[in-house]
């Protein structure tokens, strides 16, 4: 794996009419800038090869809404991203490493958020990249990494709908 991509889901509804929160969908400018930021990560040449997705409502809608700039991507339903932590999501990209250049990992916050943070820090990033994602992790934000031959992480960039035009960071 020579890049990875971590991404939350986009805007969500408040609450699901089953009541359960893996039912939340998203909402009109969810759709819109989930779709929106498939499209900027294809015109960045950030065309995943394989992507773990949360079975949730949410981030499979994002998916579904992302992948429609990317054409034909491996996918695979991953129960364990889930309202995960961030040694999990860690552990579910260094299984996946060896099968894709690009690997793009949709799930939730808190997770995605310290993940991405911890591999800033481990990299010793600088104080205005930290600053940076230490204000939050917005819905439809994508941290984005180039991986070294010994699996390290170093950033690459942060990309949010708003910054291309999409709703409010949130």
């Given at each position: ?26 909402t009109a400018r969810g759709l819109s ?42 996918v695979r339903i991953e129960p364990r ?81 708003k910054a291309f035009g999409g709703g409010?960071?949130?």
């Amino acid at each position: 794996m020579h890049r990875l991509i971590l991404m939350r889901h986009a805007k969500t509804e408040r609450a699901a009419a089953s009541g359960l929160d893996r039912d939340r969908a998203l909402t009109a400018r969810g759709l819109s800038d989930a779709a929106l930021m498939g499209r900027v990560l294809a015109e960045k040449k950030l065309r995943p090869d394989l992507a773990l997705v949360s079975p949730s409502t949410r981030t499979r809608q994002t998916w579904d809404a992302v992948q429609e700039a990317f054409g034909d991507v491996e996918v695979r339903i991953e129960p364990r991203l889930y309202d995960a932590s961030p040694d999990t999501i860690r552990r579910l990209v260094q299984d996946a490493e060896d099968e894709a250049g690009c690997l793009l990992v949709m799930a939730h916050n808190p997770g995605v958020h310290a993940l991405a943070y911890d591999y800033l820090t481990e990299s010793a990033a600088s104080p205005a990249i930290l600053d940076r994602l230490s204000g939050g992790f917005p819905t439809g934000a994508a941290a984005v990494f180039e991986v070294d031959v010994a699996g390290r992480c170093a950033y690459d960039g942060f990309l949010t709908p708003k910054a291309f035009g999409g709703g409010a960071d949130d």
